[in-house]
């Protein structure tokens, strides 16, 4: 069966300070992989996807960054953070190709990030 | 482009007692619907799926919710909730001619459970 990891669970880092999440997916191959962020009291916001090595879309400006350098790591970096960077960051991996057109996104356990 | 609009940020209901959650969305192509609920501090969970085939879908914990087309709605319901159902819920649509299979999310039900 595939299992999503995150970590750290939780991240308390101070201002201007670098950032690393990580996101690994096991059971699978060539996955669909996602970076959201959730800010307190709000929705999802997609910030990057990955469909392959290398392959990164970005889905608004920021202060982020994402890579995508092994088939089922994603990882999620800045290099100065901001107070506005806090909220709850939630990876996600969906099947690719034509698999994915019926298959749902499943989500990690999710990162903590508290900028002070 | 697509959408989706949960039309109540919180849901308030007595335990035993039916729960009602309500969806709209907008999409130009045959969409993909799905219900996950999300517990504090934790990842989101699959409740549910529409994928074109039984327009009512049985998902988990006895939720389940019915694909309305002419009326652009996906609403969840369940007969009688229970404590361990407060949570917040997000109504998704995927697009199939999105590209990586993107999801749009709503802006989410926060459901309280009263004894």
């Known amino acids: 069966s595939q299992t999503i990891h995150q970590w750290p669970a939780t991240l308390v880092q101070p201002v201007g300070s670098p950032l690393s999440l990580e996101c690994t997916v096991e059971g699978t191959s060539n996955p669909n992989l996602y970076w959201y962020r959730q800010a307190a009291g709000r929705g999802l916001q997609l910030l990057f996807y990955?469909?392959?090595?290398?392959?990164i879309s970005s889905e608004v400006p920021q202060n982020l960054s994402a890579s995508r350098p092994q088939d089922r790591q994603f990882i999620l970096s800045s290099k100065k953070l901001l107070l506005s960077d806090s909220g709850f960051y939630l990876c996600?991996?969906?099947?690719?190709?034509?698999?994915?057109?019926?298959?749902?996104?499943?989500f990690g356990p999710g990162t903590r990030l508290t900028v002070l | 482009a697509q959408s989706v609009t949960q039309l109540d940020s919180h849901v308030s209901v007595s335990e035993g007692t039916p729960v009602l959650l309500r969806c709209n969305y907008s999409?130009?192509?045959?969409?993909?619907l799905f219900w996950y609920v999300q517990h504090p501090n934790k990842g989101l969970q699959l409740l549910l799926k529409?994928?074109?085939?039984?327009?009512l879908v049985k998902g988990i914990n006895g939720f389940e919710a019915e694909f309305k087309k002419s009326e652009t709605s996906f609403h969840l319901t369940k007969p009688s909730a229970h404590m361990s159902d407060a949570a917040e819920y997000f109504c998704v649509v995927r697009v199939i001619k999105a590209a990586g299979n993107k999801l749009t999310f709503g802006g989410g039900t926060r459901v309280l459970v009263k004894p």
């Open positions: 999409s130009s192509y045959s969409p993909s």
């Open positions: 996600a991996w969906t099947q690719s190709g034509y698999r994915a057109l019926i298959h749902e996104q499943f």
């Open positions: 990955s469909v392959g090595i290398g392959q």
């Open positions: 529409y994928t074109s085939a039984a327009t």
